[in-house]
């Protein structure tokens, strides 16, 4: 296992592992597509989306990001005194069906997490489906405290998590 950071050379990669993932769902909810909006972000010329992913065998396996924009968050109530640019967001997590359950996720967070602090984050953010057993576990392994669960963009309902380090 390695990770590595997602550079253009990974975008078809990314793509098809977000739609592996979508495909793979049997709750349409528990995941929230990574846009092409986001995808254009990620490999786009700043760093307002930073990806990382583990390569097992030479395969993309898993992938999660750190959002420095998380203005879609800020309305709520635990986070409304923060200031913007202390807070990121980890999101866009995905594993591919075979390599779930291995502890690559967390790898990978332990990793954003460690980039956050570099960067000068004190506090990081995630959501997941409340039904979303891994991701909620694998958050709480990182040390995030679930805070809340509240719908977000109106429709995806999640639990909220937060982390200062």
């Known amino acids: 296992m390695e990770i590595v950071k997602l550079e253009k050379e990974y975008k078809d990669e990314v793509?098809?592992?977000?739609?592996?993932?979508?495909?793979?769902l049997t709750n349409p909810d528990l995941y929230i597509p990574f846009s092409q909006e986001d995808?254009?972000?990620?490999?786009g010329p700043t760093d307002e989306?930073?990806?990382y992913g583990v390569?097992?065998?030479?395969?993309?396996?898993?992938?999660s990001g750190l959002f420095f924009d998380i203005?879609?968050?800020?309305?709520?109530?635990?986070?409304?005194?923060?200031?913007?640019?202390e807070t990121a967001e980890i999101g866009a997590c995905m594993t591919l069906p075979e390599f779930r359950s291995k502890g690559y996720m967390l790898a990978l967070n332990r990793k954003l997490t460690e980039i956050a602090r570099q960067r000068g984050i004190t506090r990081l953010v995630a959501t997941a489906h409340p039904e979303n057993s891994a991701s909620n576990r694998s958050l709480e392994k990182l040390g995030m405290k679930r805070i809340?669960?509240?719908?977000?963009?109106?429709?995806?309902?999640?639990?909220l998590f937060v982390m200062d380090i």
């Open 55 to 63: 390569i097992c065998n030479g395969v993309l396996a898993a992938v």
């Open 15 to 24: 793509i098809r592992i977000n739609q592996a993932t979508v495909s793979n």
């Open 148 to 159: 809340k669960e509240f719908y977000r963009y109106g429709r995806y309902l999640r639990n």
């Open 39 to 43: 995808i254009e972000k990620a490999f």
């Open 71 to 85: 203005s879609d968050l800020a309305g709520e109530g635990e986070l409304q005194h923060n200031e913007p640019a």
């Open 49 to 51: 989306v930073m990806l």
